[in-house]
């Protein structure tokens, strides 16, 4: 059975460059009164941009504290619309519980944390899981049984999103106020 976090929107999609940062960026804008944290995770593994620093690691797991808001990675767009941190997850599908589990010792039980991530669902289920379906289609079908699980189905065209990300930050008033994992 998945812990349920009472804290936590996870945001996942169909495919690269539909919206799921953007989306992640206008709730983090919303609710900055609220000093959200921001995690973006990652089955590929990257060379590290500057400010991005390790802070725990394992086998086949990497995470790093983002530091620097002008590049133009989606940790550093999380820090630049308002987000209080910013981590990086970069882990292998089968070593993800594992990072989870060592990343959730720094995330705070009494604020909102917005996670982008495909793969997140299968371990925890957040308080609202968010798909982003660019254009109503589906790009990934791989992806595609993930959508039963989502809690809201996002229609994107990049830029903008139905419903709006201002219709779903004003429902999130509840979200903020929760101290519980």
């Known amino acids: 059975m998945r812990k349920k976090f009472k804290n936590i929107i996870l945001i996942a999609g169909s495919g690269r460059n539909v919206g799921k940062t953007t989306l992640g960026c206008e709730i983090i804008q919303a ?6 944290i921001a995690v973006k995770i990652t089955p590929h593994f990257h060379k590290a941009t500057p400010g991005l620093v390790e802070i725990d690691k394992g086998n086949g797991w990497i995470i790093s504290e983002e530091t620097n808001e002008s590049t133009p990675k989606d940790t550093s767009l999380f820090l630049k619309n308002g987000a209080e941190k910013s981590y990086f997850i970069q882990a292998k599908e089968n070593k993800l519980g ?6 959730k ?6 604020k909102l944390i917005v996670i982008e991530s495909a793969a997140l669902h ?3 289920q957040p308080a ?5 379906l660019p254009n109503g289609k589906l790009i990934e079908s791989k992806i595609e049984a993930t959508i039963g699980e989502a809690d809201l189905i996002v ?3 990049g830029k903008l999103f139905y419903p709006s990300s201002k219709k779903i930050t004003h429902n999130l008033t509840a979200l903020t106020s929760l101290k519980l994992y």
């Open 31 to 36: 609710k900055k009164s609220c000093e959200v």
């Open 98 to 103: 594992l990072a989870f589990n060592a990343i």
């Open 105 to 110: 010792k720094l995330l705070p039980k009494d």
């Open 128 to 132: 609202l899981f968010l798909f982003v």
């Open 122 to 124: 299968k371990i925890i």
């Open 155 to 157: 229609i994107s065209t």
